[in-house]
């Protein structure tokens, strides 16, 4: 790929991996993960747990962002990770590539790491111009933008092609996300790798009234709820529309949405609509998910389109029933009937109906919440995840095992 002549930047020739990493000369390999944002949402809160995860002996992480605050900077600097703001100012910025590209080139970084729409383009352009060994990008959910039939998908495409074709590997993180992207992307199935998300044990689950104590929640019993971004391909709007129907059959019965987003303002009028604004309880960004989930009696996941679904996992480690819509990649999460209850996207009645089934049958429910925690154990540690990507991240780069 040619660059303009005015940005004058010549790709280095990659680096030895034998050769000394920066400043510290410790010989790990250095890995900068590039995200869009830090705020802590399911890709940025899966990137910190694998983090975690990956041996320090082995690696050196840094983690830059290009937009909005750096919620999530303390959690990154507690595991040893190192924190960079890498401004965005428009979606496309040749200033923002220049100081991408400067950040690998300094750090000595082995690896590039991308993460979310635009970062995947320029976290990729610049590693390979700023010399690290290999690149490799996550594909964390579908975009249902780009899946449209219109002109202004286009640049977004292109971007995200020219992306693949900088990458030595793209992990995906459902099997069905990797039809998703095969199909309306063209990204090459040879290029993809499948690698869940993983989720480690954990808090213990507080005792219900306890949690519910601790959060300052009213009477509401029983208490259903979901935690994630409030927007809209989250389907929080169908939870709400299947609300009424789950009071009428147990009048006491309220509901928890913990986290923040653009939708959260319509979310509250929509409640406020239904009659139901003294029944859904809006608790913005939340660090104590312990405590939200052990208050929950079911938890409910109504998304519209879904890669994966890190808040399942949480919520199923926790030993809670599921209803959640069966989209994406949740069916490879969620086994309907063992795990939940899964019901088509976009359909208040079909929520409802699940929600209430299992709100009334409470032996069944906790059937249902055992099987949730066995299968996160076997399938989504975050052990294993890592392991995976450890031995993802040594054949890109060449590394022996």
């Known amino acids: 790929m040619s660059i303009a002549s005015p940005l004058r930047l010549e790709a280095p020739v990659p680096r030895p991996l034998q050769e000394p990493a920066g400043g510290a000369g410790d010989g790990r390999i250095r890995v900068l993960h590039v995200l869009s944002t830090l705020l802590p949402g399911g890709s940025e809160l899966s990137v910190l747990r694998l983090t975690g995860a990956l041996d320090t002996r082995r690696y050196r992480t840094s983690v830059a962002f290009l937009r909005g605050e750096a919620v999530l900077r303390r959690e990154f600097e507690a595991i040893g990770a190192e924190v960079v703001p890498v ?21 000595r970084h082995d690896l590039v790491h991308t993460h979310m729409d635009v970062a995947d383009f320029y976290g990729a352009l610049a590693g390979r111009l700023g010399g690290a060994r290999a690149v490799v990008s996550t594909k964390h959910a579908p975009d249902e933008f780009r899946s449209r039939r219109t002109w202004k998908r286009y640049p977004f495409l292109l971007l995200e092609r020219l992306a693949y074709e900088m990458d030595d590997a793209v992990i995906v993180v459902s099997q069905g996300l990797a039809a998703f992207l095969e199909e309306t992307e063209r990204l090459p199935r040879r290029k993809m790798v499948i690698i869940g998300h993983g989720v480690d044990g954990g808090a213990p689950p507080l005792p219900r009234a306890e949690a519910r104590a601790a959060l300052g929640l009213p009477g509401l019993d029983p208490l259903i709820g979901s935690v994630g971004r409030l927007s809209r391909e989250k389907g929080h709007a169908f939870l709400l529309r299947a609300l009424p129907a789950i009071v009428a059959a147990f009048p006491g019965a309220g509901c928890v949405l913990a986290g923040d987003g653009p939708s959260r303002r319509d ?21 104590d998910v312990t405590a939200i989930l052990s208050a929950l009696d079911l938890f409910v996941q109504p998304s ?10 949480e919520a199923m480690a926790a030993r809670l029933p599921i209803v959640a819509t069966h989209v994406g990649g949740i069916p490879e999460v969620v086994d309907d009937q063992v795990a939940g209850l899964l019901v088509p996207p976009a359909d208040a009645t079909a929520l409802a109906r699940a929600v209430i089934t299992l709100l009334g049958d409470p032996a069944r429910a906790r059937r249902l919440g055992d099987s949730a925690a066995r299968l996160v154990a076997e399938r989504h540690s975050i052990s294993s995840v890592a392991a995976r990507v450890d031995a993802l991240y040594r054949r890109v780069l060449g590394s022996p095992a």
């Not at 519209?304 to 996992?313: T, V």
């Open 267 to 287: 979310l509250e009028d929509e409640a406020r609509r239904l009659g139901m604004g003294d029944r859904v309880l809006f608790l913005g960004h939340r660090g």
């Open 87 to 107: 401004r965005l100012r428009t979606h496309f910025d040749p200033f923002c590539l220049l100081r991408l590209r400067a950040l690998v080139a300094r750090g």
């Open 304 to 313: 519209l389109y879904e890669g994966f679904g890190m808040s399942l996992l």
